[in-house]
């Protein structure tokens, strides 16, 4: 058992290396040698884990995928509805590609020149992203002439795209810039009515929502005007009530 968790615990190191190293160098001018310097382990450790370079990467993107698997499971499990899932889903993965080298790198690999064909973990992002808003669609939420095809389109290039320039400057994964662009879209994507029941900064009972509500920095849900009672909205979930005050 404590050699089983020992080769765990170097195993892993090494998959944060390598992460690190390729994050620093890119994955073409990266040797073997230098990652196991990182990981503080002898080169003959590295290959009893991982055969070749191909193999590590392979490591990394499978402990990515999985990172950003469980956020798609957890949203999915809150049975918030589908657009307001996709807003959590995106906070919580710019939260994660800021704080985690291996997810970050996950991404980045996706458009390395050297990593061969195969899938990546944009492009599973891309299927995710167009799964939900299909439901959302068929369940009603999508604006008239909103398609669940151009829907798919503007919102994952504006997530790739802040995930992208997050590599030159970390401030585009801020929750204010992720806060700017669900305020911006969901006016876009729904019916008026139904915006009073999501929120452009996520769900207050996500553990990993960010706190901007608390801070006061922009409000609570997308801005809709004078509203009274609310009609029905998609899922049966009867009339809803305004939860703010027209300006």
């Known amino acids: 058992m404590v050699k089983q968790e ?8 090494l998959i944060h290396a390598g992460a690190e190293v390729f994050a620093q160098e890119g994955l073409a001018r990266t040797s073997l040698s230098t990652i196991s310097r990182r990981a503080g382990v002898s080169n003959g450790a590295l290959h009893f884990h991982f055969e070749n370079k191909q193999a590590l990467v392979q490591a990394i993107e499978s402990q990515a995928r999985e ?7 957890d949203v999915a499990a809150r049975d918030s ?29 996706s458009s390395d020149p050297s990593r061969g064909p ?12 167009a799964d939900v808003l299909l439901r959302a669609g068929e369940d009603g939420w999508l604006a008239e002439g909103v398609s ?20 030159e400057d970390e401030a585009w994964l801020s929750e204010e810039k992720v806060t700017g662009l669900w305020c911006l879209l969901l006016p876009r994507l729904t019916e008026r009515h ?15 929502a960010p706190h901007n509500r608390r801070r006061g920095l922009l409000p609570a849900t997308v801005e809709a005007g004078p509203v009274g009672p609310l ?8 009339p809803v009530e305004a939860d703010f005050e027209p300006r």
């Open 6 to 13: 020992r080769a765990a615990r170097t195993r892993q190191a």
């Open 67 to 73: 990172a950003v698997g469980q956020i798609m499971r």
């Open 81 to 109: 509805g589908p657009l307001q899932a996709l807003v959590d889903a995106t906070y919580r993965l710019m939260s994660r590609i800021g704080g985690d080298v291996v997810v970050r790198v996950g991404f980045e690999l």
């Open 118 to 129: 195969g899938p990546t973990i944009r492009r599973e992002w891309q299927r995710w992203v």
């Open 148 to 167: 669940a095809d151009d829907a798919t389109t503007a919102v994952v290039a504006a997530t790739v795209g802040l995930e992208v320039l997050s590599a």
């Open 194 to 208: 139904a915006l009073v029941c999501l929120s452009a900064q996520g769900s207050g009972s996500d553990p990993e």
């Open 231 to 238: 009609p029905a909205l998609p899922g049966g979930t009867g």
